[in-house]
């Protein structure tokens, strides 16, 4: 079962063993044909010797009886003759027979073929009438003298392919062998590699071009290559997204500790230091969570495709942004007309999606600003907007959000910059198209993400 592991053994096997099946069948086949080929060309030598036995009785052979009427033995007699009978009988009378003959008829039939016992053995006979009425004549031959030639006769046959079978043998475990090179090459062009070596496999990697066979697994481990390198960027760039963003929070809170520390006499100073420290915590906080996200967003190849109620999860994500807006008096409307929007995808990501858009546009757009989320149709496809009443992009920052840590100059609300990515990565996975531009309705920034038919 070892050695059946390789799969040049196997296939080895599986040939050799189709070969062995195929010339056993063909040697039934020959032994058959041959057997039935053999006794058509006997029977009919015992017509033809039966034939020139009545010619002779025809040109006269006495009446003899009892040992009078056998033959005797040619001086030289071949190796066969005794396995050979005949008898000339004219009513009851034997008038010859040769010496191996019984001095009964040989058999009971008068005419054509039977297969009979004498003396123990079995005779195949052909039975002819003479030209002279009552004149009998039987021709008869031992079959296991047929069965000796026929036995000689496929020995002959068979034995050139005995020997060409291992010889057919050795061959095959050369073409298999041979077939199978580029398999093996590849095999050690793989293991050569370093780990950090995530090119794809050409061709000449293999020392060849490579067979049709083996074409789509090269194929299949170009592929995930090209995930695992995506992967390991992905990590690299988390890591070193999360050390330059965090960076600056956590020396924010460091340094206002220390000014809480050293305000011991001055309560208001202190306050107000542990308050941007607590507020430096909540920035740190939002900006890792936003980071894992962002990393799990990246893993992820494909959102799940589950059917979801789009104005449900706006509802529910405006619903919790709602108090800290009105704590800047600040308003929240939606506009989804008809009850249920249905969209393929993931309830939980389209959440984030949504979130991420209004809580940008209700910290940039400052004090007293209105948000309009709306649910519309554009032919077939579903149209999420978000847009509000806040100072807007120009042309040329529009273009770069999205970028990791991009923020508008000038900016004043807290941030990372992070939101337009995870926003721009969750529309990914859903097959949706991003836009941005001026809102007519409310002068700011409109945010339109088209969904997939």
Same mark, same amino acid.
């Given at each position: 079962?070892?050695?059946?592991?390789?799969?040049?053994?196997?296939?080895?096997?599986?040939?050799?063993?189709?070969?062995?099946?195929?010339?056993?069948?063909?040697?039934?086949?020959?032994?058959?044909?041959?057997?039935?080929? !053999?006794?058509?060309?006997?029977?009919?030598?015992?017509?033809?010797?039966?034939?020139?036995?009545?010619?002779?009785?025809?040109?006269?052979?006495?009446?003899?009886?009892?040992?009078?009427?056998?033959?005797?033995?040619?001086?030289?007699?071949?190796?066969?003759?005794?396995?050979?009978?005949?008898?000339?009988?004219?009513?009851?009378?034997?008038?010859?027979?040769?010496?191996?003959?019984?001095?009964?008829?040989?058999?009971?039939?008068?005419?054509?073929?039977?297969?009979?016992?004498?003396?123990?053995?079995?005779?195949?006979?052909?039975?002819?009438?003479?030209?002279?009425?009552?004149?009998?004549?039987? *021709?008869?031959?031992?079959?296991?003298?047929?069965?000796?030639?026929?036995?000689?006769?496929?020995?002959?046959?068979?034995?050139?392919?005995?020997?060409?079978?291992?010889?057919?043998? %050795? %061959?095959?475990?050369?073409?298999?062998?041979?077939?199978?090179?580029?398999?093996?090459?590849?095999?050690?062009?793989?293991?050569?590699?370093?780990?950090?070596?995530?090119?794809?496999?050409?061709?000449? /990697?293999?020392?060849?071009?490579?067979?049709?066979?083996?074409?789509?697994?090269?194929?299949? !481990?170009?592929?995930?290559?090209?995930?695992?390198?995506?992967?390991?960027?992905?990590?690299?760039?988390?890591?070193?997204?999360?050390?330059?963003?965090?960076?600056?929070?956590?020396?924010?809170?460091?340094?206002?500790?220390? *000014?809480?520390?050293?305000?011991?006499?001055?309560?208001?100073?202190?306050?107000?230091?542990?308050?941007?420290? %607590?507020?430096?915590?909540?920035?740190?906080?939002?900006?890792?969570?936003?980071?894992?996200?962002?990393?799990?967003?990246?893993?992820?190849?494909?959102?799940?495709?589950?059917?979801?109620?789009?104005?449900?999860?706006?509802?529910?994500?405006?619903?919790?942004?709602?108090?800290?807006? %009105?704590?800047?008096?600040?308003?929240?409307?939606?506009?989804?007309?008809?009850?249920?929007?249905?969209?393929?995808?993931?309830?939980?990501?389209?959440?984030?999606?949504?979130?991420?858009?209004?809580?940008?546009?209700?910290?940039?757009?400052?004090?007293?600003?209105?948000?309009?989320?709306?649910?519309?149709?554009?032919?077939?496809?579903?149209?999420?907007?978000?847009?509000?009443?806040?100072?807007?992009? /120009?042309?040329?920052?529009?273009?770069?959000?999205?970028?990791?840590?991009?923020?508008?100059?000038?900016?004043?609300?807290?941030?990372?910059? !992070?939101?337009?990515?995870?926003?721009?990565?969750?529309?990914?996975?859903?097959?949706?198209? *991003? /836009?941005?531009?001026?809102?007519?309705?409310?002068?700011?920034?409109?945010?339109?993400?088209?969904?997939?038919?």
């Amino acid at each position: 079962m070892k050695l059946l592991r390789s799969l040049q053994a196997r296939v080895l096997a599986l040939v050799l063993a189709g070969v062995t099946a195929v010339w056993l069948a063909a040697a039934a086949v020959t032994w058959h044909e041959a057997r039935e080929e !053999l006794d058509d060309l006997l029977d009919g030598h015992l017509a033809q010797a039966a034939a020139l036995l009545v010619l002779r009785q025809a040109d006269g052979i006495d009446a003899a009886d009892g040992d009078d009427a056998r033959i005797a033995a040619a001086p030289t007699k071949h190796h066969d003759e005794p396995k050979v009978a005949f008898q000339v009988w004219r009513g009851r009378t034997l008038l010859a027979r040769s010496a191996n003959a019984p001095a009964t008829p040989m058999a009971a039939i008068r005419r054509g073929f039977a297969t009979t016992r004498i003396d123990g053995e079995r005779w195949r006979v052909f039975a002819a009438e003479g030209r002279e009425r009552g004149v009998q004549v039987y *021709v008869g031959e031992e079959l296991d003298s047929r069965k000796s030639i026929l036995e000689h006769l496929v020995a002959a046959l068979l034995k050139p392919l005995l020997v060409a079978l291992p010889l057919m043998a %050795l %061959l095959l475990w050369w073409a298999v062998r041979r077939g199978l090179l580029p398999l093996r090459r590849l095999g050690r062009a793989i293991a050569e590699r370093e780990p950090s070596a995530l090119q794809p496999i050409s061709a000449e /990697s293999a020392g060849e071009p490579l067979p049709g066979e083996i074409a789509p697994l090269v194929a299949a !481990l170009n592929q995930l290559f090209e995930r695992i390198a995506a992967l390991l960027e992905s990590e690299r760039r988390f890591t070193a997204d999360a050390a330059h963003e965090l960076r600056t929070p956590i020396a924010a809170i460091r340094a206002q500790a220390q *000014v809480a520390q050293g305000a011991l006499g001055d309560d208001a100073a202190r306050a107000q230091a542990l308050a941007a420290t %607590l507020a430096g915590c909540d920035r740190a906080t939002r900006l890792v969570e936003q980071l894992l996200t962002l990393a799990r967003l990246e893993s992820a190849a494909t959102a799940s495709r589950e059917v979801v109620d789009l104005a449900a999860i706006a509802r529910e994500v405006l619903a919790e942004l709602a108090p800290a807006a %009105l704590a800047q008096r600040q308003t929240i409307e939606l506009e989804a007309e008809g009850g249920a929007w249905p969209v393929r995808g993931s309830a939980t990501l389209l959440a984030v999606l949504l979130r991420n858009l209004a809580d940008n546009a209700l910290r940039y757009s400052g004090e007293g600003a209105r948000l309009r989320v709306t649910l519309s149709r554009e032919g077939a496809r579903t149209v999420l907007s978000v847009e509000d009443s806040g100072p807007g992009l /120009s042309d040329e920052q529009r273009a770069r959000l999205g970028e990791r840590f991009f923020r508008v100059l000038g900016t004043q609300a807290p941030g990372s910059g !992070l939101g337009w990515s995870i926003v721009r990565r969750i529309a990914g996975v859903h097959g949706a198209e *991003v /836009s941005t531009g001026r809102s007519a309705a409310l002068g700011g920034l409109v945010v339109r993400v088209r969904f997939a038919d």
